[in-house]
């Protein structure tokens, strides 16, 4: 299969569920980066805790280090988006939350291509898509923390300010 079409899928797959789901996407971008940041300071010690029970782990699974880091940063996402569904009510903030999940979309591809197994990186990595994706990882990244930060900011509850609702002064 192409590259250009596992990458697409990598980064399409997430926009398309969160949109479905009607998930908040800008949470999703948050467990996400809490994920990648679970894979800088945990992973090592999350694998070495792994090999410690590698004697007990069945013949065939591998325990490699990717995949422990696949794992920690998959696992915030997939318990957010389990617990989040239909959170986003209404139409315009469901067109709304478009711009996050694209964000979580991209994100996810620029995290998770590095820890396919070897074939399947490596030719997504050899692509000159994947080229490009690297030189606008800034832009992807800063925009995507900036446009999940505005939308949190759009959502927050509406003051009742000095109005009482429903009730009259006698």
């Known amino acids: 299969m192409s590259p250009q079409i596992i990458l697409g899928a990598i980064v399409l797959a997430p926009v398309l569920l969160l ?23 945990v ?11 590698a004697a007990h782990v069945p013949k065939g699974v591998d325990t490699g280090n990717n ?15 389990i617990f989040m569904i239909r959170t986003v009510r209404g139409h315009g903030r469901l067109i709304l939350n478009l711009l996050p999940a694209a964000g979580v979309g991209l994100l996810g591809g620029l995290l998770i291509v590095p820890l396919l197994p070897g074939g399947v990186s490596a030719n997504i990595v050899d ?3 994947w080229a490009q994706v690297q030189r606008a990882q800034d832009l992807i990244v800063g925009s ?5 930060l505005l939308v949190l900011w759009l959502q927050r509850p509406k003051t ?9 002064k006698n």
């Open 19 to 41: 949109m479905l789901l009607r998930v908040n996407a800008a949470l999703v971008f948050l467990s996400l980066c809490l994920g990648n940041v679970l894979v800088q300071f």
């Open 43 to 53: 992973a090592p010690d999350a694998n070495s805790f792994v090999t410690l029970f």
């Open 67 to 81: 995949n422990v880091k696949m794992l920690l940063l998959l696992l915030p996402v997939v318990l957010t988006t």
């Open 127 to 129: 692509s000159s898509l």
């Open 144 to 148: 995507s923390a900036l446009i999940c």
């Open 160 to 168: 009742g300010g000095d109005h009482k609702h429903g009730k009259h």
